[in-house]
């Protein structure tokens, strides 16, 4: 050995735990892909196990959903007001609205669920909210194929066009901004168990403010809550989807730049605020 | 250092490491007087009071190539805590370690995924190491071997015994073939056949490893199988030293505390912790049983 002459040297030596630099723990996440893959598959497959439909809930689930606010808003309130195709609005509204729902509270529980895994091996520990958004991801894509028959389907029906083409790059920037999402709550979660508990709230009132079963000038007796609905990504991500889906329009480059610099900077302040506790996650 | 050999290199350098826990308490009585009022207000409310916990109190050792160092000490002196902090899965409040190599943890506490079958924790947990799925199918076939729990592979997790998940772990823990190594009673559990196989893997892998870290209760273990033992009390360090030494030293004072002769129990530890063990005066070649008195 060519060190025996140096037997007290540590230069070869590197901390067990720790955070490593930004770059170095990216890179790390990457190595790991395929553990955040089966992470990620593992818990769909294991998440309506023990019902009856199994995984048919993916779908039923935002279908009762939409199915419900439809019967009070659209048949009962008449919420949809100059709105031409209401049961489309409100049923991309409800469906794409839940991806992000359902990511929020995947994400805030991913470290809490797993804290076995964290416990018995050293990973980078983002693997677990990218796998919880993964799967979400994932598990949408049936509802997406719902959504659409249930669009062409049901009267006004919404006819395919050439806009929806455009359908996945919107998924895109909002799986993105999931993930920043995801990672701020899965720290904050995490640090404070309570927030779980709280979780709910705010979900709720983020989907009343972001017109998900009603039109946004409903908000506007208020003029400043009509504002801040408004700059809410996740309307203007609704909006889009609903341009794409139902208006056969593409919207303007001014609104697609709005939500892609949103998505890209909740992904970045969310993996850093998520990085900077990295050595938290394993504490009781 | 005891070791008769040249020193090899540092592999594991622990310098200072402190451990709390915030652990819940029902007794107020033991908060500092500034807090108890608050506390037993909290309490009346349902609130739950909790206090800090020093698990381990500036631990500062470094550890060489083919050393098996072994931790001896009573319940919840922080021989596991000190474990998992080498292992990487425990950050210290204070303090740090450094090792050439990521230590692989065998440890007999950690659920993994109880929904899951036994083979897709396999998977799942060798992926956690990091391996390579093509890795993973050629390595699957000797872990579940080595495991040896039969049928059960394919059942879910949760409905394992407690050994027979211990053996699933040991077996993955195992597979990364670790240069470092860390057994937390791993060898206690399993049935017989289980431990002979077990030990043998544990022989091969002393044989390429590098450095051994083995929690133990018994003493014994620790003297037959460790170069070197660190007998840990309340957190902290008491003495390091040869296995045998160490590992006598702290089953006196055990004996000792056990007989409830505590006046020379304390005076054994005094000793220990003054680096100058007592190893006791009746002990000859073969070691000390429980049933021996002191002279």
Known sequence: ?284 | MAASEAPGRISVLVDDVSVRYRTETSNVDALPPAKRVLARAGQAIGLTTYTGVDALKGISFVAREGEHIGLVGANGSGKSTLLRVIAGVEPPRTGRVLAEATPVLLGVSAAMMPALTGERNVRLGLLALGFHPDEITEIMPGVIKLAGIGDAIHRPMKTYSSGMGARLRFAIAAAAQPSILLIDEALGTGDAAFADRSKRKIDELRAGAGTIFLVSHAAQTIEEMCTRAIWLHMGELIIDGPAVEVARAYRWWAHLVAKEDFQAADEAFTLARQGRPRIPPSSGSKPLSNHEGPA
């Open chain 1, 1 to 284: 050995m060519p060190r025996r002459a140096h037997p007290d040297s540590t230069d070869h030596l590197s901390p067990v735990s720790g955070r490593p630099p930004f770059r170095e723990y990216l890179s790390q996440l990457v190595e790991r892909r395929h553990f955040i893959g089966m992470q990620a598959w593992s818990q769909s497959t294991t998440q309506h196990r023990g019902m009856l439909l199994g995984n048919v809930w993916l779908v039923l689930a935002p279908a009762l959903d939409g199915l419900i606010y439809f019967m009070i808003f659209g048949l009962i309130l008449r919420a949809g007001g100059a709105i031409e195709n209401f049961f489309g609005y409100l049923v991309i509204g409800v469906f794409l609205f839940t991806y992000t729902s359902r990511t929020i509270n995947s994400s805030a529980t991913s470290i809490h669920n797993n804290r076995g895994l964290i416990r018995a091996f050293t990973f980078p520990r983002a693997v677990l909210p990218v796998a919880a958004t993964l799967r979400e991801t994932f598990a949408m894509l049936p509802v997406l194929v719902t959504l659409i028959v249930l669009l062409v389907a049901v009267p006004p029906h919404a006819l395919p066009t050439a806009a929806w083409v455009l359908l996945p790059v919107v998924f895109l920037v909002h799986a993105v901004f999931n993930q920043g999402i995801g990672f701020l709550l899965a720290r904050i979660a995490t640090a404070l168990p309570d927030a779980r508990q709280l979780i709910p709230y705010l979900l709720r009132l983020w989907f009343y403010g972001s017109a998900v079963m009603f039109a946004v000038d409903r908000f506007d007796s208020v003029p400043w809550i009509g504002q801040l609905v408004r700059i809410n990504p996740m309307y203007q991500l609704l909006t889009i989807y609903r341009s794409l889906l139902l208006d056969a329009t593409i919207p303007p480059i001014g609104q697609w730049v709005t939500v892609t610099l949103w998505a890209l900077g909740a992904l970045v302040v969310g993996a850093l605020f998520f990085w900077r506790a990295e050595v938290s996650y394993g504490r009781e």
